[in-house]
């Protein structure tokens, strides 16, 4: 669901697909392992994250979190804010991590 998603990918494929945390954390963290960036495991596309709403999602589940999924949610979160298409800053950031 798109308003509710943690994280989407850029669309390189023509189509977002977006993901909640848990559904995606798995898959985020096997990337790491295997020291890639995680990418949509659908189209392969570039992520990007919600730093509003991973900020929400990690002060509602941080406590019922382990501490790597915590850490690694952390780490997607600060990740920063990009520009939008119009320049502007956009709430959806790259999700570059290694």
């Known amino acids: 669901d798109e308003s509710t998603s943690l994280l989407r990918c ?12 848990d559904c995606l954390l798995m898959w985020v963290k096997t990337c790491i392992r295997r020291k890639q960036d995680p990418l949509c495991p659908t189209c392969r596309g570039p992520l990007q994250v919600h730093s509003d709403r991973m900020e929400a999602y990690l002060g509602r589940n941080s406590a019922s979190l382990a501490a790597e999924d915590v850490r690694v949610l952390e ?3 600060n990740s920063g804010p990009s520009p939008g298409p119009s320049g502007a800053p956009s709430e959806w950031a790259p999700a570059p991590l290694k």
């Open 10 to 21: 850029t669309g390189e494929a023509g189509v977002q697909h977006y993901f909640h945390a």
């Open 75 to 77: 780490e997607l979160r």
